[in-house]
């Protein structure tokens, strides 16, 4: 982008619950566990992990770079995030700020909050994300999309034995 080119933010609010059968503190591990988040989070089926690394505790940081295999971006495509993790409590919260980038340019940056709530065996999980989104970037109704993938690839690591 030159000087002359119009930057622009978007802000918006993402909020999904979803119910899993799974005991806050199995939820709680496939959030806290680097092997089961790089399951969920990371490998995916339109693009190829080039690394994954974390470090959760507060203070902490995850970075997962990537290249999209295909869907709308060219293949091969340059895709990062980086996470600082803000707050956690056991098997109840998890809050963490995190920026994704394409093709080294900046899209956006959000705070995210993961809440944990015992529900009979199960918990109900309220994930939100707060977002500034850039010029050229994926946008909320995109992000809700990857979000929600995303939530479902943790019921399936959840339901693994």
Same mark, same amino acid.
């Given at each position: 982008?030159?000087?002359?080119?119009?930057?622009?933010?978007?802000?918006?609010?993402?909020?999904?619950?979803?119910?899993?059968?799974?005991?806050?503190?199995?939820?709680?591990?496939?959030?806290?566990?680097?092997?089961?988040?790089?399951?969920?989070?990371?490998?995916?089926?339109? /693009?190829?992990?080039?690394?994954?690394?974390?470090?959760?505790?507060?203070?902490?940081?995850?970075?997962?770079?990537?290249?999209?295999?295909?869907?709308?971006?060219?293949?091969?495509?340059?895709?990062?995030?980086?996470?600082?993790?803000?707050?956690?409590?056991?098997?109840?919260?998890?809050?963490?700020?995190?920026?994704?980038?394409?093709?080294?340019?900046?899209?956006?940056? /959000?705070?995210?909050?993961?809440?944990?709530?015992?529900?009979?065996?199960?918990?109900?999980?309220?994930?939100?994300?707060?977002?500034?989104?850039?010029?050229?970037?994926?946008?909320?109704?995109?992000?809700?999309?990857?979000?929600?993938?995303?939530?479902?690839?943790?019921?399936?690591?959840?339901?693994?034995?």
């Amino acid at each position: 982008m030159n000087a002359t080119e119009a930057r622009s933010v978007t802000h918006s609010t993402i909020v999904i619950t979803r119910n899993y059968p799974a005991a806050p503190q199995r939820v709680f591990a496939a959030l806290a566990d680097p092997a089961k988040k790089r399951r969920w989070f990371a490998e995916g089926e339109h /693009s190829h992990i080039e690394s994954f690394e974390m470090d959760f505790r507060v203070g902490g940081t995850e970075l997962t770079r990537f290249r999209s295999t295909d869907g709308p971006l060219p293949v091969g495509t340059p895709i990062s995030n980086h996470t600082t993790y803000q707050d956690i409590v056991p098997n109840r919260r998890v809050v963490l700020a995190y920026t994704m980038t394409v093709a080294n340019r900046p899209i956006s940056a /959000s705070l995210a909050t993961f809440e944990l709530l015992p529900v009979g065996t199960g918990t109900d999980l309220i994930f939100t994300d707060q977002a500034a989104f850039f010029e050229n970037s994926d946008g909320a109704q995109l992000r809700e999309e990857g979000w929600r993938l995303l939530l479902d690839r943790l019921a399936k690591e959840l339901a693994r034995p």
